[in-house]
DNA sequence: CCGGTATTCAACCAATCGATTGAATACCGA
DNA sequence: TCGGTATTCAATCGATTGGTTGAATACCGG
């Protein structure tokens, strides 16, 4: 699987997602990542695993204890997805838009029909 | 699931992700965006079931065509959260670098050791 | 009304996911 | 070295996912 898909299948479950949130205020070790969540510890190990996976986060290894680190770099990846598409659409909206508008001038400019298009 | 969970889920698949990038030119029908993709019409529809129950895509009505619409607005949703967390963690990781700068201000200030900590 | 086209529904299947429990590994401190 | 703590590995399980094929539905045009 490629690396912008693992950052959204990582990010697509509460837990992880809530576990990203934490992360942002402090490093935490597993079993301090574990308290909060009803689940056992090797579970949380595992969604560990799949952001670790996706790039999100580090572990470091402090003895025994292995911290976690949120790595926030890959986020990039996905705004930068993001925001290419979604200003894209916005501009083809306002292409549409523009479309209408000439319709509207052009054969509709009496009746004062309404369109069903977006309001610019 | 909840709506988050469902747009960062649509996403993580390349397929999906495909459609949502070429739907961003413009609408299409089941067939049309099925073409490009080695796989049955079913699967595509399935994949749109998908985008729309995550509100990425709606279908309308067109007589027997299903014309597939872009919803850009579900990608604030994402952008929001992303920004909101990537933001906090940037500022956590000035706050580190201030600390480790104080440290080695401190107490390393002949020793030219390199700290791990990143590059501010 | 009938044939063709577009799409969805249903049943099924293999692979993956999120969780479990139990065993193994790694490291510290006495 | 031994006991405790932290974490991962492995096997297993049920639910979900992404794909298939075949049947059903909906609609247009003649």
Redesign the interface.
């Known amino acids: 699987m490629?690396e912008?898909?693992?950052v959204?299948?990582a990010?697509?479950?509460?837990t992880r997602?809530d576990m990203?949130?934490r992360?942002?205020?402090?490093d935490a070790t597993v079993s301090e990542l574990a308290v909060p969540y009803d689940v056992s510890i090797q579970a949380v190990s595992k969604h560990l695993k799949v952001l670790e996976d996706a790039g999100l986060v580090t572990r470091t290894r402090d003895a025994q204890r292995r911290p976690v680190h949120?790595e926030?770099e890959v986020?990039d990846l996905?705004?930068k997805?993001?925001?290419r598409?979604?200003q894209?659409?916005?501009q083809?909206?306002q292409r549409l838009d523009a479309v209408l508008d000439e319709l509207n001038a052009a054969d509709n400019n009496r009746t004062g029909n309404n369109r069903k298009g977006r309001a610019s």
């Open positions: 490629d912008l898909s693992r959204f299948a990010l697509a479950d509460p997602r990203v949130a992360l942002t205020e402090a949120l926030a986020f996905m705004t997805w993001i925001e598409y979604q894209r659409a916005e083809r909206y």
